[in-house]
């Protein structure tokens, strides 16, 4: 089925890396997003990966896939008090267009 | 480069009553996509507008429907509205994406819906 989990919070110290953990359930899932929410507003897009592919790096952002676990990590180096928001992973389905998301991660940065 | 645009940013109505919300798509974008968010969750995905045609609907009743323009604005109506429709409202847009193709979707802000 259509289900995507996700950690309810983290804290951190600011500078310290940040790893935000995501598993979804249905095997045919094509390509996995992570989202930004900070408060009042929408989505931010990060970062995406083909379903395909282990790793991608983005700058401060590493994006960790293992399909077999069907396991997704979002790592942040060197985390900032502006990256405190909720994180949201997502997944499109080989046979849709709509996203499935989790249900957010509250990611707090500590002075 | 405007991105997504979502007017009005907040609504208060009481049950019964109808609502329209409106969405103008990142430059370049042909594709609209409606998701709802109660508070607290992920966004639920509502359904999809390409080539002013409803492309892939989500679990919502049918008091919930829309409308894409030939400039690949967005409309979003729900009738009949109920307490539980309280949410905050996105819309994204992406370029038109088939099937097994990437096409990210890029949100707005969110039309902030109160249900009295």
């Known amino acids: 089925g259509e289900d995507v989990e996700q950690s309810l919070f983290l804290s951190v110290r600011e500078g310290d890396s940040s790893v935000i953990n995501c598993t979804y359930t249905?095997?045919?899932?094509?390509?996995l997003y992570w989202y930004k929410q900070e408060p009042g507003a929408g989505l931010q897009l990060l970062t995406y990966?083909?379903?395909?592919?282990d790793m991608k790096q983005d700058q401060r952002l590493t994006v960790l896939l293992n399909k077999k676990d069907k396991h997704l990590s979002l790592r942040i180096a060197d985390t900032q008090t502006g990256d405190s928001a909720i994180y949201f992973c997502?997944?499109?389905?080989?046979?849709?267009?709509?996203?499935?998301f989790g249900s957010g991660t509250r990611l707090l940065v500590r002075p | 480069d405007a991105g997504v645009t979502q007017s009005p940013t907040h609504l208060i109505k009481t049950r019964g009553q109808q609502v329209t919300l409106r969405c103008s798509p990142k430059?370049?974008?042909?594709?609209v996509s409606w998701y709802q968010q109660a508070l607290g969750q992920g966004p639920q995905f509502i359904f999809q507008?390409?080539?002013?045609?409803?492309?892939q609907r989500g679990n919502f009743p049918d008091r919930f429907s829309g409308h894409q323009f030939p400039n690949y604005s967005s409309e979003l109506n729900v009738n009949a509205l109920l307490l539980g429709d309280s949410a905050l409202y996105l819309c994204?847009?992406?370029?038109?994406?088939?099937?097994?193709?990437?096409?990210?979707?890029?949100f707005g802000d969110g039309t902030r819906l109160s249900i009295l």
């Open positions: 990966i083909f379903s395909n592919m």
């Open positions: 994204a847009s992406s370029l038109r994406a088939e099937l097994y193709s990437n096409q990210p979707q890029h």
């Open positions: 249905d095997s045919s899932s094509t390509y």
């Open positions: 997502a997944e499109i389905l080989d046979s849709s267009y709509k996203l499935i």
């Open positions: 507008y390409y080539e002013e045609e409803e492309r």
């Open positions: 430059s370049g974008h042909d594709t």
